[in-house]
């Protein structure tokens, strides 16, 4: 979910959104989401979120740093990923193991992910141990690198090495998303490289270009934390205070546009892997979260897919019964974005078969756009996924930093929200037939020896791989 | 009354910072000491009420007003997969599986666009001693009547 930037004043923002949008003409005023919250920058740039909830005794505490693998430079790739490791081996100050102790050993919990636009780390703990909390964080935005030495660095190297072959070269299909980013944009394009990086990439990078990685992005003014659930707000801007307050700011970000994804001509191509069951996959170039046009394309996604009465997967797995599941998606990064169709044929269907049957149900689609009751549908799918989101405290806190991170508001929930429930069927038609009919790459995996299954296996380019790096099919 | 509480919070926590800041100039932190725990918080249990209906089921309700949801389960005791007659395994979850296929009055297809429009998502699971159906939709004050009927 989405949108445009607003300006918000810092100190003690408390804020109730009630949503009176109405469905089915059915009465709606009582509902509303409950979810305050306030927020305040440190001198040294940090941003503070507070939301409070004293629901259960525990807090969820989610570091956010607007860092990820667009950040990073071709040659070497993988870095915001690896930190997603390395700041679990203990900083300046906290010996290794004892951040796992001090949340998953008093009955918490901690992890953290890492996406193309940011990295984030989080631990929920019972709420009387959130000071050790914030002292943890604190250690690591502060002294991480006090702690580096090129050890610690090989073996967690060899850890993401390990991930990358578990997830990526040993998975079936799993090469996908790094084919498209390969194809989609073009050389030393941010979103070009996959968020693992290449395993020559992680071999190469050295301790020295692994800490500039760190000293230039991990600092509090490229930071924002949350604090989400059961804690006293006075006590714990105190804490903010004591252990943040002194980490010194860091550089001034650049951050430099990043073109949306713009194929010249369409491209097809073939893909040899290690599986049982050949699968087609479509991906069109569209817009990123930042765009309104995001909204209607997470509605055409559940339109398309995801219930039985959906128009793909009525037409292909209910209907000719030519594939066993089918799934259309609006897939929305910071800058850019793509709608992807995926399809899993039967056995005896064609990938040229099941083109043909994707781009009957696109064509109709583009030609009358949705009815009402399709949309409704979709619209009241996407709000109950949105609202269950916002059960968790640490899902409220991934809403509100989300916000803050991309749109400088972590009130951006409610416009979201709104905005999302407001999308018409000339909306959705209108993005149908703008993005649907643009140049698309069509990507078929094949069994290793079987490029005959591919759709139009004669007009498909071969993606050969080697090491991570697609070598091939690039215009 | 409420904005003067909130004002006089809000100095609270100035001057909690400020007392804050003049101990850091006084000795600088130590890092290494490791916080200590505060005292530990009583558990909030969610109250609830218990009800024997007349056609045998129990049902329990527990409210909560945070967000526009309801959810809500239903345990088939005996219906899990322990119970499941010799010769025919995994008769459990496909019972399981036929409850979006359609019921008597509705065909699965008009079941499955019924549910989306009243925002539901519905997941079934069955385990060793009973069957699970579990619904989660948003909370439209006249609807929850239909979607209990339909259930």
């Given at each position: 979910?989405?949108?445009?930037?607003?300006?918000?004043?810092?100190?003690?923002?408390?804020?109730?959104?009630?949503?009176?949008?109405?469905?089915?003409?059915?009465?709606?005023?009582?509902?509303?989401?409950?979810?305050?919250?306030?927020?305040?920058?440190?001198?040294?740039?940090?941003?503070?979120?507070?939301?409070?909830?004293?629901?259960?005794?525990?807090?969820?505490?989610?570091?956010?740093?607007?860092?990820?693998?667009?950040?990073?430079?071709?040659?070497?790739?993988?870095?915001?990923?690896?930190?997603?490791?390395?700041?679990?081996?203990?900083?300046?100050?906290?010996?290794?193991?004892?951040?796992?102790?001090?949340?998953?050993?008093?009955?918490?919990?901690?992890?953290?992910?890492?996406?193309?636009?940011?990295?984030?780390?989080?631990?929920?703990?019972?709420?009387?141990?959130?000071?050790?909390?914030?002292?943890?964080?604190?250690?690591?935005?502060?002294?991480?690198?006090?702690?580096?030495?090129?050890?610690?660095?090989?073996?967690?190297?060899?850890?993401?090495?390990?991930?990358?072959?578990?997830?990526?070269?040993?998975?079936?299909?799993?090469?996908?998303?790094?084919?498209?980013?390969?194809?989609?944009?073009?050389?030393?394009?941010?979103?070009?490289?996959?968020?693992?990086?290449?395993?020559?990439?992680?071999?190469?990078?050295?301790?020295?270009?692994?800490?500039?990685?760190?000293?230039?992005?991990?600092?509090?003014?490229?930071?924002?934390?949350?604090?989400?659930?059961?804690?006293?707000?006075?006590?714990?801007?105190?804490?903010?205070?004591?252990?943040?307050?002194?980490?010194?700011?860091?550089?001034?970000?650049?951050?430099?546009?990043?073109?949306?994804?713009?194929?010249?001509?369409?491209?097809?191509?073939?893909?040899?892997?290690?599986?049982?069951?050949?699968?087609?996959?479509?991906?069109?170039?569209?817009?990123?979260?930042?765009?309104?046009?995001?909204?209607?394309?997470?509605?055409?996604?559940?339109?398309?897919?995801?219930?039985?009465?959906?128009?793909?997967?009525?037409?292909?797995?209910?209907?000719?019964?030519?594939?066993?599941?089918?799934?259309?998606?609006?897939?929305?990064?910071?800058?850019?974005?793509?709608?992807?169709?995926?399809?899993?044929?039967?056995?005896?269907?064609?990938?040229t078969d099941l083109e043909v049957a994707v781009d009957q149900v696109l064509q109709k689609f583009i030609a009358e756009g949705p009815t009402a009751e399709e949309l409704?549908?979709?619209?009241?799918?996407?709000?109950?996924?949105?609202?269950?989101?916002?059960?968790?405290?640490?899902?409220?806190?991934?809403?509100?930093?989300?916000?803050?991170?991309?749109?400088?508001?972590?009130?951006?929930?409610?416009?979201?929200?709104?905005?999302?429930?407001?999308?018409?069927?000339?909306?959705?038609?209108?993005?149908?037939?703008?993005?649907?009919?643009?140049?698309?790459?069509?990507?078929?995996?094949?069994?290793?020896?079987?490029?005959?299954?591919?759709?139009?296996?004669?007009?498909?380019?071969?993606?050969?791989?080697?090491?991570?790096?697609?070598?091939?099919?690039?215009? | 009354?409420?904005?003067?509480?909130?004002?006089?919070?809000?100095?609270?926590?100035?001057?909690?910072?400020?007392?804050?800041?003049?101990?850091?100039?006084?000795?600088?932190?130590?890092?290494?000491?490791?916080?200590?725990?505060?005292?530990?918080?009583?558990?909030?249990?969610?109250?609830?009420?218990?009800?024997?209906?007349?056609?045998?089921?129990?049902?329990?309700?527990?409210?909560?007003?945070?967000?526009?949801?309801?959810?809500?389960?239903?345990?088939?005791?005996?219906?899990?997969?322990?119970?499941?007659?010799?010769?025919?395994?995994?008769?459990?979850?496909?019972?399981?599986?036929?409850?979006?296929?359609?019921?008597?009055?509705?065909?699965?297809?008009?079941?499955?666009?019924?549910?989306?429009?009243?925002?539901?998502?519905?997941?079934?699971?069955?385990?060793?001693?009973?069957?699970?159906?579990?619904?989660?939709?948003?909370?439209?004050?006249?609807?929850?009547?239909?979607?209990?009927?339909?259930?």
């Amino acid at each position: 979910m989405t949108n445009k930037r607003r300006v918000l004043s810092a100190l003690a923002l408390v804020l109730t959104i009630s949503l009176t949008q109405p469905l089915l003409g059915q009465k709606t005023s009582s509902d509303s989401i409950k979810l305050p919250f306030q927020t305040y920058k440190l001198p040294n740039g940090l941003t503070v979120i507070f939301s409070e909830d004293h629901t259960t005794p525990t807090v969820a505490v989610n570091v956010w740093y607007h860092v990820g693998s667009k950040n990073e430079t071709p040659g070497r790739t993988g870095f915001a990923h690896l930190f997603e490791h390395v700041m679990f081996t203990g900083s300046g100050h906290v010996p290794y193991g004892l951040h796992d102790k001090l949340t998953e050993g008093i009955g918490g919990s901690n992890n953290g992910s890492t996406t193309n636009d940011r990295t984030n780390y989080y631990e929920t703990i019972p709420s009387n141990y959130l000071e050790s909390a914030l002292w943890l964080e604190a250690d690591r935005m502060g002294y991480l690198l006090d702690k580096l030495d090129i050890a610690k660095l090989n073996a967690q190297r060899d850890v993401v090495k390990n991930e990358r072959r578990q997830g990526v070269d040993n998975q079936p299909y799993g090469r996908v998303s790094e084919i498209f980013s390969a194809a989609m944009y073009p050389k030393d394009h941010p979103y070009s490289w996959p968020v693992i990086g290449s395993m020559t990439d992680l071999s190469a990078a050295s301790e020295e270009d692994v800490k500039a990685f760190f000293r230039l992005y991990y600092a509090p003014n490229n930071a924002t934390i949350a604090v989400v659930g059961d804690f006293d707000p006075a006590q714990t801007k105190a804490w903010i205070q004591k252990y943040f307050a002194d980490l010194p700011k860091g550089q001034t970000l650049q951050r430099p546009s990043v073109p949306l994804g713009k194929l010249a001509a369409s491209k097809r191509l073939v893909y040899e892997d290690r599986v049982q069951v050949p699968r087609l996959y479509i991906q069109w170039p569209t817009v990123g979260l930042k765009h309104d046009d995001d909204y209607a394309l997470s509605v055409m996604g559940s339109i398309l897919s995801g219930s039985r009465t959906a128009r793909l997967t009525k037409a292909l797995v209910y209907d000719s019964q030519k594939a066993s599941n089918v799934f259309g998606f609006q897939n929305s990064a910071e800058d850019v974005g793509v709608f992807q169709v995926t399809v899993v044929p039967r056995p005896e269907a064609t990938l040229t078969d099941l083109e043909v049957a994707v781009d009957q149900v696109l064509q109709k689609f583009i030609a009358e756009g949705p009815t009402a009751e399709e949309l409704q549908k979709a619209k009241s799918g996407l709000e109950l996924n949105f609202l269950r989101g916002l059960e968790s405290n640490l899902g409220k806190a991934n809403q509100l930093i989300s916000g803050a991170v991309f749109h400088g508001n972590p009130g951006q929930f409610s416009t979201d929200y709104q905005k999302t429930l407001a999308v018409t069927a000339a909306d959705v038609k209108r993005v149908a037939s703008q993005y649907l009919t643009r140049s698309r790459i069509v990507l078929s995996v094949v069994p290793k020896g079987k490029k005959d299954q591919a759709s139009k296996a004669t007009e498909s380019e071969a993606v050969s791989v080697l090491d991570g790096k697609r070598r091939g099919g690039r215009s | 009354m409420k904005s003067q509480r909130r004002v006089l919070a809000l100095a609270a926590a100035i001057v909690i910072s400020i007392a804050n800041l003049a101990a850091l100039a006084q000795q600088p932190l130590d890092r290494t000491k490791v916080p200590t725990p505060g005292a530990t918080p009583v558990l909030r249990v969610p109250t609830w009420t218990k009800t024997q209906l007349a056609n045998g089921a129990t049902l329990i309700v527990s409210e909560r007003h945070n967000l526009p949801l309801v959810s809500f389960a239903i345990s088939f005791v005996g219906g899990g997969n322990q119970f499941e007659p010799a010769g025919r395994r995994g008769v459990a979850s496909l019972a399981t599986s036929m409850l979006s296929e359609g019921t008597t009055t509705k065909t699965g297809d008009q079941l499955s666009d019924a549910m989306q429009l009243l925002g539901t998502g519905i997941g079934a699971g069955v385990s060793g001693e009973k069957a699970r159906l579990v619904l989660y939709r948003l909370r439209r004050t006249s609807t929850l009547r239909s979607l209990c009927l339909q259930t």
